[in-house]
């Protein structure tokens, strides 16, 4: 009895295969509010075409609800498309790089969502894995524009970053995900693909109440942040500020996707 107990001890061990636990959590938020109570996750794989043809819907989706939700993207790639390793490994590439940046590490994905077909398997036949890689970081230094060529292939063989990209992958097997696009609201499956539109999505997330009271006061008061998306900001003073009402933040600014900026003068 105590010798079986053993050995299903043993095997639970030898089997039961610790994940490596990432040191930050899992997936890039390239777009929202980290502040939001409902995070839509896309697992990706950058040379798979359906994502391709979700992404635009998705990027209608992430400005339409702006700040109100979090998205985050999970490099996934496939196995059969050869080259998809080395391209998701650009993506972490470029937020090492870009130190996190979340708008070029976004113009990564949708540019390499545009290009894939330079990476397919067919058009790559004839090109050694160090041309490919070296395509991926012409990619990186001409398309995206960051880092010089020498860095970037240096990076693209690097232990650590290799690491990542696996981490990442192991970790979406661990969420169960085995095709892309796959979404996920606030951490469960939706069975999204790429002919929605943003009706269709917002028939999913509309009745979550994405609403802002709890987002944007707290967030965009006090500060600007270095976001793309400013052109409607608005300069309030701090004794103003002081005076608004929650419910007046969420009409007067949230609504139509104004900032806000807090000035002493
Ligand atoms: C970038 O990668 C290098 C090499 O792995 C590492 O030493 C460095 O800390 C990374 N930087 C960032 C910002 O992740
Ligand atoms: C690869 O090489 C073969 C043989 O030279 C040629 O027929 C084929 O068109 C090439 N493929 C590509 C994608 O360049």
């Known amino acids: 009895m105590l ?4 050995l299903l001890i043993l095997s639970a061990i030898a089997y039961g295969k610790q994940i490596p636990i990432p040191t930050r959590p899992e997936g890039y938020g390239i777009i929202g509010s980290p502040d939001a109570n409902i995070i839509v996750e896309m697992y990706l794989d950058l040379l798979c075409d359906d994502c391709q043809a979700s992404w635009p819907t998705i990027m209608s989706l992430v400005y339409y609800y702006d700040t109100r939700i979090q998205f985050l993207i999970h490099p996934f790639p496939f196995p059969y498309h050869t080259n998809s390793f080395l391209v998701n490994q650009g993506l972490h590439v470029v937020a090492n790089v870009t130190e996190g940046a979340i708008n070029l590490i976004k113009k990564y994905a949708q540019l390499a969502l545009q290009h894939q077909s330079t990476w397919y ?6 090109m050694t894995i160090t041309e490919v ?4 970081a012409n990619f990186i230094v001409n398309d995206v524009q960051v880092a010089t060529v020498d860095r970037v292939m ?10 990542r990209t696996v981490i990442s992958w ?5 969420r169960g995900v085995f095709s892309t696009p796959t979404f996920m609201v606030n951490g469960v499956y ?3 693909d790429p002919s929605w539109t943003l009706d269709n999505w917002r028939s999913v997330i509309d009745p979550l109440n994405p609403e802002c009271p709890s987002v944007c006061p707290r967030l965009q008061m006090g500060s ?15 004794q103003q500020a002081k005076e608004l009402k929650g419910e007046d933040v969420v009409n ?11 000035i002493n003068e």
């Open 154 to 163: 240096r990076l693209m063989q690097d232990k650590d970053i290799n690491e």
């Open 190 to 192: 939706v069975s999204a």
């Open 170 to 174: 192991k970790y979406a097997c661990s």
């Open 133 to 136: 890689i070296q395509s991926v």
């Open 252 to 262: 007067e600014f949230c609504k139509d996707k104004r900032r806000i900026k807090v």
């Open 121 to 126: 398997n067919e058009a790559t036949m004839n």
């Open 224 to 238: 600007s942040t270095d976001d793309s998306r400013l052109s409607n900001l608005i300069h309030i003073h701090r």
């Open 3 to 6: 010798f079986k107990l053993v």
